[in-house]
């Protein structure tokens, strides 16, 4: 692997959750139950925006405060967002927070 590795890597959309299963009309005895597997890609879904978030923004830690604020990222921040519960999504809410941040004025008046 080389240094240019994570540029090669396709960027999925998977920012979004899977949407809810649809009611249906007729219900075969062979079916499995909808909820049950929504229940299971939902939280595969969590599971691996959690895994994207611990592989992208933990080893930034390593890394010295002014190196993270040329980066665009507060160490506040990102270990703000490691400490979510596990149902929070912590790429989402990093970004919120970001956004926030950028948008308050740092001196008053």
């Known amino acids: 692997m080389s240094q240019y590795e994570p540029l090669r890597r396709r960027v999925d959309d998977n920012d979004v959750p899977p949407p ?21 890609d939902r939280w595969w ?14 080893p930034l830690l390593a ?6 604020e040329d980066m665009g990222h507060c160490r506040d921040d990102i270990l703000w967002a490691s400490r979510l519960p596990l149902k929070v999504d ?3 809410a990093l970004a919120e927070r ?12």
Do not use: C, V
């Not at 809810?20 to 299971?40: E, F, R, S, T, V």
């Not at 879904?45 to 933990?58: I, N, P």
């Not at 890394?63 to 993270?68: R, S």
């Open 45 to 58: 879904w969590a599971y691996r925006r959690r895994r994207q978030f611990r592989q992208r923004f933990l």
């Open 63 to 68: 890394h010295d405060d002014h190196i993270l």
């Open 20 to 40: 809810k299963p649809p009611n249906l009309d007729l219900y075969l005895p062979a079916m499995p139950p909808l909820g049950l597997i929504h229940a299971i």
């Open 98 to 109: 970001q956004s926030q941040s950028r948008e308050m004025p740092t001196h008053p008046g």
């Open 90 to 92: 912590a790429l989402h």
